[in-house]
């Protein structure tokens, strides 16, 4: 598979959750070529303002492989992770984080997020991390138009 495939499987990921009636985001994480967790945002679901699609995805992971220690995966997300979730991907030990959707895009669909973007932040932290703009722009950025389309506005 491909990066493109990759986040493809996000991309698809993030377009379930807008069917189940969640914010259009997405996660998959993969290790030694294999996909080792795909997720979405689960913050109304459940209730828990943690359960962006990328720390569903780290959850996951991490449970599949029994380790928190990430190390050797990347992560391809559909939007630049916020503060928190980049924060759980460097703890994770994630090498890799390619992402689609900026946090402009994001904040044009009526979310409100900090901004601070997520490579300085990773640089400013002094973290090892790779944080960089992904395949599939396009069709990341498109899950906030379904989203609205599908009358959905933003409560965060």
Same mark, same amino acid.
């Given at each position: 598979? +491909? ?13 379930? @959750?807008?069917? &189940? =009636?969640?914010?259009?985001? @997405?996660a998959s994480i993969i290790k030694n070529g294999e996909v080792i967790a ?5 913050? %109304? ?5 943690? &359960?962006?699609?990328e720390i569903n995805a780290i959850r996951e992971a991490a449970k599949k ?5 990430? @190390? @050797? ?17 460097? %703890? ?7 992402? =689609?959707? +900026? ?5 044009? &669909? =009526? ?14 932290g002094g973290s090892l991390l790779k944080v960089e703009r992904g395949p ?10 379904? %989203?609205?389309? &599908? ?6």
């Amino acid at each position: 598979m +491909t990066n493109e495939d990759y986040m493809m499987l996000a991309v698809n990921k993030a377009r379930q @959750g807008i069917e &189940a =009636g969640q914010t259009p985001f @997405g996660a998959s994480i993969i290790k030694n070529g294999e996909v080792i967790a795909c997720s979405h945002n689960r913050v %109304w679901k459940e209730t828990d303002p943690t &359960a962006h699609a990328e720390i569903n995805a780290i959850r996951e992971a991490a449970k599949k492989i029994q380790s928190i220690d990430l @190390g @050797g995966s990347v992560m391809f997300t559909t939007c630049e992770p916020c503060p928190m979730c980049l924060t759980a991907i460097h %703890w994770s030990k994630i090498e890799v984080v390619y992402y =689609g959707a +900026t946090i402009a895009d994001a904040e044009s &669909a =009526g979310f409100q997020e900090l901004r601070m973007p997520a490579k300085e932040l990773a640089q400013k932290g002094g973290s090892l991390l790779k944080v960089e703009r992904g395949p599939c722009i396009q069709e990341c950025v498109a899950l906030f138009r379904k %989203w609205k389309d &599908a009358g959905k506005n933003s409560s965060y």
